[in-house]
């Protein structure tokens, strides 16, 4: 019999629970033993719930339950998370989360804890909730050197730029909408800012390129200077605008980023649409991989979190190794990360034909994406560094700026 603990009994909490109950027999099978949820902990009562008789306040109670084989900690945010799965993780339990926060900041400690105790730590649904990708970095794409990772890791942002896109509604109309749906937060900061792929893509670049990436390094930019105008030049060069995650090597440099980027429709990314992630990989033997799926939502991230309960099961007695080494990963600078720029200038008062001119004595040929406003001049630079752009494009009255996916 294998006991599961389940911290915290929220939205994933609670299809952790529904999970392991519906599928049992299944879950059970493959994990080679019967699983079971002994206690679920929250500081709620939950009257009339199936959890209602093995619900706990004290997470003592668990970590000094020898019977109890692993720790899900689905509760989200560093506090109280990283004591508890630290706590178990010393008792001898294995632990399971999905919880992107804990795992960016303290995660290539906790792995070193779960050594220590010859247990385990997975983390699968803490990047793409329900999609499959820690698993298969660490355990499939084992091979090849990745040369890049760029991922749509971040629901909320993604429905928010597909409406505006499908429905040219602006930002702040699209992101009421999506708070009334319940896609996007009340305090809608951490997903509009790219707080949160910014976690995401910390713990992909520190697994694909094996040293710790401190998710303060990261340069992020969130979405809300996206506008409607810039969707309209979209159209018209057969690309869209997605909120990326990106890590990649270039010339030995390894660079870790969020920002909003042009993706022609050549990238499987420019159909991944709404509320839907998608990561894709390239590696220098396989070419491009691409995960897509759910990457968030009660059952598909509870998914995702009790098929590591059946792996931790399906490895007692040792620990899986996973690299990634605690030295710090010093990360190429923006100024230094290199990509073409879709650009937007105001004619302000001036004829086309003298700013164009202007443009081209800042930016050396460029590629014109005329015909949608006639007060500006809007083009797709070469590809050039984040310092070069910034020199490029001094004495000009840029509206707009995007990075081009290459
Ligand atoms: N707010 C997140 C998203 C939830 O929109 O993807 C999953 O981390």
Sequence with gaps: MINVAILGYGTVGSGVFKIINENNSHISRRAGDDVKVKYVLDLR??????????????????????TVDVVVEV??????????????????????????????????ELLQIARDNNVNFFFEASVGGGIPIIRPLIECLTVDHIEEIQGIMNGTTNYILTKMEDEGADFDTVLKDAQDKGYAERNPEADIEGYDACRKIAILTSLAYEKQVDFEDIYTEGI????????????????????????????GVTYSMVAPFVVYNDNPLYNVKDVFNAILVKGDMLGEVMFYGKGAGSLPTASAVVSDVVDAVKRQGYTE??????????LGTVDAFTTPYFVRVGLGGEDAASVKAAVESHFGNVEYIDGVKS??????????????????????NVVSRIRVSK
């Design 45 to 66: 009562d939950f009257p009339g719930d199936p959890v209602e008789d093995i619900l706990v306040h004290d997470v003592d109670i668990i970590m000094n339950d020898e």
């Design 375 to 396: 007060d500006e001049v809007a083009f797709i630079t070469k590809v050039m560094s984040g310092s070069e752009y910034d020199k490029a494009a001094e004495g000009l």
């Design 321 to 330: 190794k996973i690299f990634w080494n605690d030295t710090k990963r010093i």
């Design 75 to 108: 509760m989200g945010g560093v506090e109280p998370a990283y004591t508890f799965v630290k706590r178990a993780l010393e008792a001898g339990k294995s632990a399971c989360t999905s919880n992107k926060e804990l795992v960016a900041k303290h995660g290539v």
């Design 224 to 251: 809300t200077k996206i506008t409607t105008a810039d969707f309209d030049y979209m159209k018209k060069i057969g690309a869209s605008i997605k909120l990326l995650g990106m890590a990649r090597k270039d010339d």
